[in-house]
C-alpha cells in the first residue's frame, strides 16, 4: 500500500544490490535492513551490469509511483567491472545504445520474456562454449588466496581487481559519466540524502601471491601482484575523493567500506565460493 509508506530508503546499483551470489532474493541488501530498521521502508533497485544511467531510470520509476522523494539514496561505486561497464556503455554506437538499452526495456516491462528468453540462450551458449573450450584446449584458472593462513583454491574463477581504470581517456570517460549520474541526481532529488559506498574488489580484500583478473574492454586475461592491485585502489580512492570534495554545489556523503572489510577477510570468506566476485550472506 504506497499510501501508508511515508519515509523511505533506497538501494541503487547493479548485481550487487540484487544479491546475485545468493541465488534467491530473499538474502540481498533490503531484506537485511529491514531486518534491522522494522518500522522502515527500504526498496532495492539492482540490475546486474546495469550502467548508472539505467539505474537512475528505474529510481525514477519508484520515486513517481511514491509521488515523494526518497529520504535516503544509497549509491554504489564497485571497483570490480563498474568502471569497465561505464566505460564500454560510453563507448557504444548508436546502433550499440539501441540494441542494450532495448534489452533493458525487455527486462523491465517484459521480465517474464526475457527471463526465458535468456535462459534458452544461455542453455545453447553453454553447449557452444563446452567446445569451443574443448577445441582451444584453454588453460585453467587456478586463483589462491589466503584466509587466516589457510589457502582456498578457485579453479576457473577470475577474480576481479582494482585496475579497471588504466589509460587516461578510461578516466575521463568513467568520470564523465559519473558526473552526470551525480548531477542528474542532485537536480531531480534534492531533498534526499545521497551517500556513495565504495565496494571494493575481492583482490583488494584477500591475501594472494598473484590473481588472474578479466580485462574486459580487452577481452583477455591478466596477472597482478596484491602491490599492483593496491597502487590502483589507491589511485581510484584519491581520484573518488577528489571528485567529491570537488562537487561542492552537491552534498554526497563518500564512504569507502575497504577498512571496515579488510577486519573481517582477515579471518573469513565473505564472497560466494562458486562466486567470488559477489558477496555472501
Known sequence: DFKKIKNYSVFVGDSYILGTSEGKLLSNVGIFFRQKYPSNSFFEIGYPAGSYDFQEKLLNKIVKKLKRDPKKIFLFIYEGNDYYDEISFHSKT????????????????????????????????????????KAAKQIEIKNE?????????????????????????????????????????????????????????????????????????????????????????????KMLNEFFMNNTRQKFYFHDLTSDLKKITKNQLIHGLKDINHFNK
Do not use: W
Not at 550499440?96 to 517474464?112: A, C, H, S
Open 94 to 133: 548508436k546502433k550499440d545504445l539501441f540494441l542494450k538499452n532495448l534489452k533493458l526495456d525487455v527486462y523491465n516491462y517484459f521480465p517474464l520474456l526475457a527471463k526465458v528468453s535468456e535462459y534458452s540462450f544461455l542453455k545453447i551458449r553453454s553447449l557452444f562454449l563446452k567446445q569451443s573450450v
Open 145 to 237: 588466496i589466503f584466509i587466516d593462513n589457510k589457502k582456498i583454491t578457485l579453479k576457473n574463477q577470475e577474480v576481479q581487481n582494482a585496475c579497471g581504470l588504466k589509460s587516461e581517456n578510461d578516466k575521463i570517460m568513467f568520470f564523465k559519466s559519473l558526473t552526470d549520474y551525480s548531477n542528474r541526481l542532485d537536480k531531480k532529488y534534492p531533498s534526499s540524502n545521497k551517500i556513495f559506498i565504495y565496494i571494493p574488489s575481492p583482490a583488494t580484500l584477500y591475501n594472494y601471491n598473484v590473481v588472474v583478473s578479466k580485462n574486459y574492454l580487452l577481452n583477455k586475461h591478466e596477472k597482478l601482484d596484491q602491490k599492483e592491485n593496491f597502487d590502483c585502489y589507491k589511485k581510484n580512492i
